[in-house]
């Protein structure tokens, strides 16, 4: 069974920097995309981060230049350094991957993590 399990996030003061993890597990045979996605409350969720297997990297307008994804290809995990955050940051963030099972005749499904927070607040 493939499962997304993050880590990282917390409270910090505006200006300051968390760093996310999210590691893949389970019986893997390929990850395509990875990514993080973030939804702040009343509003829906959107796409932070995404970086290709071959290190290709799209970011969110609001995002460009403080946050930097990252992935190790070899450990299945992928990170996301945020530096500069503001208040409007602040959202659950979710890890998102592109998965292809091991197992005879799976097919590649998007996996999601089960989220973790992150409050900028001063």
């Known amino acids: 069974q493939v499962q997304l399990v993050e880590s990282g996030g917390g409270l910090v003061q505006p200006g300051g920097s968390l760093r996310l993890s999210c590691a893949a597990s389970g019986s893997i045979l390929r990850i395509n995309n990875m990514g993080w996605y973030r939804q702040a409350p009343g509003k829906q969720r959107e796409l932070v981060a995404v970086?290709?297997?071959?290190?290709?990297?799209t970011y969110a307008d609001s995002v460009q230049g403080r946050f930097t994804i990252s992935r190790d290809n070899a450990k299945n995990t992928v990170n996301l350094q945020m530096n500069s955050l503001k208040f409007e940051d602040t959202a659950v963030y979710y890890c998102?991957?592109?998965?292809?099972?091991?197992?005879?005749?799976?097919?590649?499904?998007?996996?999601w993590g089960q989220g973790t927070q992150v409050t900028v607040s001063s």
């Open positions: 970086i290709s297997s071959g290190g290709i990297t």
């Open positions: 998102n991957a592109v998965i292809t099972p091991r197992a005879y005749g799976s097919k590649s499904s998007s996996y």
